[in-house]
Structure formats: structure tokens, C-alpha cells
T-cell receptor, first 111, second 111 residues
């Protein structure tokens, strides 16, 4: 089993819709969780950290479910510019700096 | 904003050549990382460094070495490039546990 697993997609979603995707992780001792966004042929950029109580940043909501070991990202009122690959990232046990990266979920927003 | 600069955006080398990939960050971060990214796989950690002259192996160090003689510069070296090292190479810098900032990447092709 991969340490961090994501549905590769692509998720094809009409503009204005709400879309959500999950990421599962295998190490129950992980403490740090992030969502990164990566545009085609570009470097990953931090979208948001994921906190235990869940957190929101504008149209984006991230949640953590420790019992089931997954994190989720919800995007409301999706825009064409949200089209990208979303990477789930989890810290390796015992380290704040060693991160384990999911392969990403590709999201395509259609007009 | 953190600026992480990688020396080349695209690089084409021949099998057996020695290859240097340079990365410079301008925010006085202690932690620097080299990853490679291949289609369908998450970012995989090659080497990282917590301080000048300090280096630690990541998940896939074979065939690579690194150098950190100055705090702002972290170099990745392919001693004898092979075709299976064709990949996107990403350098990252971090000042803490809240996320990484990446360079724009070097797409290396080994022929």
C-alpha cells in the first residue's frame, strides 16, 4: 500500500460546481498535512495546511479525519483557474521536514 | 516571498556525463531538499540538508550526490548520468514545518 494515495482523476467538473477529493495516508503517527497545487509543467505551490479541526480559505475547505486516516479538499464555486493537479502531502513519522507526497489528483474545470 | 532559483529550466545530457544542478535560495533557510518528479508518481526525495556541509539521504539517493558549501546553495550531482535519471528535478527550501517553497524545476533529459 502506498504511504499516501490519491485518485489520479481527472475530475471533469463544470464551472461553478462544488468538487471534493480525498487522500488517504498509511501512517497514523503523521502530524502535518498539506494540500499543494501544481499547474502543468510548473512547480508545486502550497495551497493550504490542514488542521485537526478543519480549516477554510475562501472557496477551499480542508478537513482531516484521523480515525479513517484521510484528508479532504473541497472547492466551492469552482473557477476555470482552479484547473490543476492537487497534491496531498503528509509528514513522515518523527520528522517535520521529511514529507511524503501523493501523486496528485487532476482537476479540469470546464466552461 | 521566498525565492528559490534553479540554474536551468531544461537540460539535455548524454549517458555517462557528469551533471550539476544548482539551486539557490535567498531567505536564509536552513533546510533544502532535492526531489524528482515522474508521471504517475509523487515527488520522491533524493537528498536533503539541514545545514551547511550537512546532508542526509532521502528515499532514492542512488546515483546522486549533493553539496552544500554555503547556506543559500544546494547542488545536486549526477556522477554518471543514465537514461533512467531523465526526470523533472525540483529543489525546495523550508524555514520551518509549515510548507516548502520550490524552484521552477529542471527538466533533465538523458540521451
Amino acid at each position: 500500500r502506498k504511504e499516501v494515495e490519491q485518485d489520479p482523476g481527472p475530475f471533469n467538473v463544470p464551472e461553478g460546481a462544488t468538487v471534493a477529493f480525498n487522500c488517504t495516508y498509511s501512517n497514523s503517527a503523521s502530524q502535518s498535512f498539506f494540500w499543494y497545487r501544481q499547474d502543468c509543467r510548473k512547480e508545486p505551490k502550497l495551497l493550504m495546511s490542514v488542521y485537526s479541526s478543519g480549516n477554510e480559505d475562501g472557496r477551499f475547505t480542508a478537513q482531516l479525519n484521523r480515525a479513517s486516516q484521510y484528508i479532504s479538499l473541497l472547492i466551492r464555486d469552482s473557477k476555470l483557474s482552479d484547473s490543476a493537479t492537487y497534491l496531498c502531502v503528509v509528514n513522515r513519522q518523527g520528522s517535520n521536514y521529511q514529507l511524503i507526497w501523493g501523486a496528485g489528483t487532476k482537476l479540469i474545470i470546464k466552461p | 516571498d521566498v525565492k528559490v532559483t534553479q540554474s536551468s529550466r531544461y537540460l539535455v545530457k548524454r549517458t555517462g556525463e557528469k551533471v550539476f544542478l544548482e539551486c539557490v535560495q535567498d531567505m536564509d533557510h536552513e533546510n533544502m531538499f532535492w526531489y524528482r518528479q515522474d508521471p504517475g508518481l509523487g515527488l520522491r526525495l533524493i537528498y536533503f540538508s539541514y545545514d551547511v556541509k550537512m546532508k542526509e539521504k532521502g528515499d532514492i539517493p542512488e546515483g546522486y550526490s549533493v553539496s552544500r558549501e554555503k547556506k543559500e546553495r544546494f547542488s545536486l550531482i549526477l556522477e554518471s548520468a543514465s537514461t533512467n535519471q531523465t526526470s523533472m528535478y525540483l529543489c525546495a527550501s523550508s524555514g520551518g514545518a509549515t510548507g516548502f517553497d520550490f524552484g521552477s524545476g529542471t527538466q533533465l533529459s538523458v540521451l
